[in-house]
Nanobody, 111 residues
Framework: VQLQASGGGLVQAGGSLRLSCAASGSTFSINAFGWYRQAPGKQRELVASISKSASTVYADSVKGRFTISRDNAKNTVYLQMNSLKPEDTAVYYC??????WGQGTLVTVSS
């Protein structure tokens, strides 16, 4: 499964962005996915994950602000990010569980 993340950009603190992750391949619906991020000088971390049954898990730092969802008909995973903070600035990646890393999308939150 090939993954392509998009939707990043520059936003002011308190703003919102929606990231999309389009997947190729016919096995999308039976796989779990995660959104990760890596800030400059920091390790990559898991932000949110979604199972094949759409159960979700969030990092404490984004609970109540971010929402992960999936559309199996469109082979796409989304990350809705609200109330963004400067510390959310990072390159965001989506990844299928057990899959390889794809290209990320940069999110920059200005104060």
């Amino acid at each position: 499964v090939q993954l392509q993340a998009s939707g990043g950009g520059l936003v002011q603190a308190g703003g919102s962005l929606r990231l999309s992750c389009a997947a190729s391949g016919s096995t999308f619906s039976i796989n779990a996915f995660g959104w990760y991020r890596q800030a400059p000088g920091k390790q990559r971390e898991l932000v949110a994950s979604i199972s094949k049954s759409a159960s979700t898990v969030y990092a404490d730092s984004v609970k109540g602000r971010f929402t992960i969802s999936r559309d199996n008909a469109k082979n796409t995973v989304y990350l809705q990010m609200n109330s963004l903070k400067p510390e959310d600035t990072a390159v965001y990646y989506c990844k299928m569980v057990g899959g390889s890393w794809g290209q990320g999308t940069l999110v920059t939150v200005s104060s």
